[in-house]
Every structure is written in structure tokens, then in C-alpha cells.
């Protein structure tokens, strides 16, 4: 079955992988984008409706492939732990010499934001974050009905074209989002990942942590979302000193895919404001 995200460019990282990833802009101001954990997620399947444009607006925009998806390496032999995620991403920030940057992140890409943005404070000038994971005990997430249907159905093998369409519109509010492009981008990409990818993962709660972002948060958030419980929006707003949300109706997880245009001037004047 031939892949059909684009190939772009990959990195050799100290931990042994390579990572691919899509680069757009030549400005010395880096905005990196994290896509979450979904079967054939990819960087460019979850960010193509946004990363051009704010490149086009004056930044150097980074979309890598997390290991597990996309074009990236996909070990057997690594738990696929938050920490995992984020020393990759570290690493990867190294290699292509980024020593200050913007984060945006989606699902588990938020919590990955989030935790390097705790660990390097230095480094992370802002933070962007669409329904991230990484706020509830692990028990709170697996009682969601996307978690659930993602779970059984790649753990059994079911994601053929109909059964990633059918997890794909969990994902939306109107299923008008789920697009032959779209299955064409992810359903080749599932094919390769191991189960690891899932069987392994472990994100830890980072609510008690949140004080310790300093650095000005934009949030968005889909109440219709049926992986990350629109609730944690709140906790970002109470314990983050610097942060606003935006939370929209008639909106699932995916909040840059199903709002882009809102999604990408927003970001911006944020990203503008905030020089």
C-alpha cells in the first residue's frame, strides 16, 4: 500500500533513531508541532491545514514524526513512555540546533509540550496546547470512549479502511473531517506500527506540575472531545499563572483539523503578541 504523506527530511539522533520530519519557513523563529498518539498519526496527517500557513507568516515551522508513526523509526524494544517521547524531541531539537522554541501540541503531543516545557524552561518560549493528555490518572482516560474504541480496535488488529474511518469519527464532531486523503494518509502508516506503540505508552498526571509554567499557554479545546476530558481546560486555567483558552461547541479533539481557520489566527496573534 503506498504511503502518502509526503517525504521530507530525517534526523540521526544519539539514541539511535531516526526521525522524519516535515520543515516550512527560513525564519529564525522555531514553532514545532507534536501530534498525538492516534493509529497512523503522523505530523504532516495531523498539522497540514496549519503549519504552511504560519510559516508563511514569518516562522520557521518543525513537524517532526514522534517514533512509532509516521516515517520515524519504530522500535519493538522501547516502552513508548512520556519521557521516551520527550528526550526523542529533546534530542531532535539538538540536532537541528533549536535552543528556544515554540510548542504546539494535540493530545499527547500536549502532554510531550507540556513536560519538556518543564523540564527545559529555558528553551520553551510558548506553549500551544489542543486537548492535551497528561492531566488525568490513567483510569480517567481509559473511561473515554474514543481511549476505548482506539485501544481494542489496534490491539485487534481491526484498523482496516472502514475501521479507521469508524475510530477517525470519534475523533470530529462531523464526520465531513474524516476524507479519503485523510484514511489515505494514516491506514498505510498503521500497517507498520507495532503494538508497543500502545501497549507500552504511560503518561503520567502532570496536573500538580502546572505552576511551573511560567511561560504564556494558549489552550483550545473541543467540548465534544471524547479522548481528553474537555474538564482539564480548567486546570490548566487555574494553575497555569499566564494562560486563556478557547473552548468551542460542535468540536471533538481535534481542534486545529475541524476550526482551522480560527485555529491558525489565533495562534498567530498569539505567537505575535508574545515576541
Given at each position: 500500500?503506498?504511503?502518502?504523506?509526503?517525504?521530507?527530511?530525517?534526523?540521526d539522533?544519539?539514541?539511535?533513531?531516526r526521525?522524519?520530519y516535515q520543515e516550512?519557513g527560513?525564519?529564525s523563529?522555531?514553532v514545532?508541532f507534536?501530534h498525538?498518539?492516534g493509529?497512523?498519526?503522523s505530523?504532516f496527517?495531523?498539522?497540514?491545514?496549519?503549519?504552511?500557513?504560519i510559516?508563511?507568516?514569518g516562522?520557521?515551522?518543525?513537524?517532526?514524526?514522534l517514533p512509532?508513526?509516521?516515517?520515524?523509526?519504530k522500535p519493538?524494544?522501547?516502552?513508548?513512555?512520556?519521557?521516551?517521547f520527550?528526550?526523542?524531541?529533546?534530542?531532535?531539537?539538538?540536532?537541528l540546533?533549536?535552543?528556544?522554541?515554540?510548542?504546539i501540541g494535540?493530545?499527547l503531543?500536549g502532554?510531550?509540550a507540556?513536560k519538556?516545557?518543564?523540564?527545559q524552561?529555558?528553551?520553551?518560549?510558548?506553549l500551544?496546547l489542543?486537548g492535551?493528555?497528561?492531566?488525568?490518572?490513567?483510569?480517567?482516560?481509559?473511561?473515554?470512549?474514543?481511549i476505548?474504541?482506539?485501544?481494542t480496535?489496534f490491539?485487534?488488529?481491526?484498523l482496516?479502511?472502514?475501521?479507521?474511518?469508524r475510530?477517525?469519527?470519534?475523533?470530529?464532531?462531523?464526520p465531513?473531517?474524516?476524507?479519503?486523503?485523510?484514511?489515505?494518509?494514516r491506514v498505510?502508516?498503521?500497517?507498520m506500527q507495532?503494538k508497543?506503540v500502545?501497549?507500552?505508552?504511560?503518561?503520567?498526571n502532570?496536573?500538580e506540575?502546572l505552576?511551573?509554567?511560567?511561560?504564556?499557554?494558549?489552550?483550545?479545546?473541543?467540548?465534544?472531545?471524547r479522548?481528553?476530558p474537555a474538564?482539564?481546560?480548567?486546570?490548566?486555567?487555574?494553575?497555569?499563572?499566564?494562560?486563556?483558552?478557547?473552548?468551542?461547541?460542535r468540536?471533538?479533539?481535534?481542534v486545529?483539523?475541524e476550526?482551522v481557520d480560527l485555529?491558525?489566527?489565533?495562534?498567530?496573534?498569539f505567537?505575535?503578541?508574545?515576541?
Open positions: 500500500m503506498t504511503i502518502s504523506i509526503p517525504e521530507q527530511q530525517y534526523a539522533l544519539p539514541n539511535g533513531l526521525i522524519h516550512e527560513k525564519a523563529r522555531a514545532v507534536i498525538g498518539s493509529p497512523g498519526a505530523g496527517s495531523n498539522f497540514k491545514g496549519n503549519f504552511r500557513w510559516a508563511h507568516h516562522f520557521r515551522c518543525i513537524v517532526p514524526d512509532g508513526y509516521g516515517l520515524s523509526a519493538v524494544d522501547r516502552a513508548y513512555v512520556l519521557d521516551f520527550v528526550e526523542t524531541l529533546r534530542q531532535l531539537l539538538d540536532t540546533r533549536v535552543d528556544r522554541c515554540v510548542l494535540n493530545s503531543g502532554a510531550i507540556m519538556l516545557a518543564l523540564d524552561p529555558h528553551r520553551v518560549g510558548q500551544v489542543m492535551p493528555g497528561g492531566l488525568e490518572e490513567r483510569e480517567v482516560y481509559f473511561r473515554m470512549e474514543g476505548q474504541r482506539m485501544m480496535d490491539a485487534g488488529g481491526a482496516d479502511r472502514q475501521g479507521m474511518r475510530l477517525l469519527t470519534l475523533l470530529v464532531h462531523d465531513c473531517h474524516v476524507t479519503e486523503e485523510l484514511l489515505d494518509e498505510p502508516i498503521v500497517n507495532p508497543e500502545l501497549s507500552t505508552m504511560r503518561v503520567p502532570l496536573t506540575r505552576p511551573e509554567l511560567r511561560m504564556p499557554v494558549l489552550g483550545f479545546w473541543g467540548v465534544n472531545d479522548f481528553c474538564s482539564g481546560a480548567m486546570k490548566i486555567l487555574e494553575h497555569c499563572p499566564n494562560a486563556r483558552f478557547t473552548l468551542l461547541n468540536c471533538g479533539h481535534w486545529m483539523v476550526h485555529f491558525n489566527h489565533t495562534t498567530l496573534d505567537l505575535r503578541r508574545n515576541l
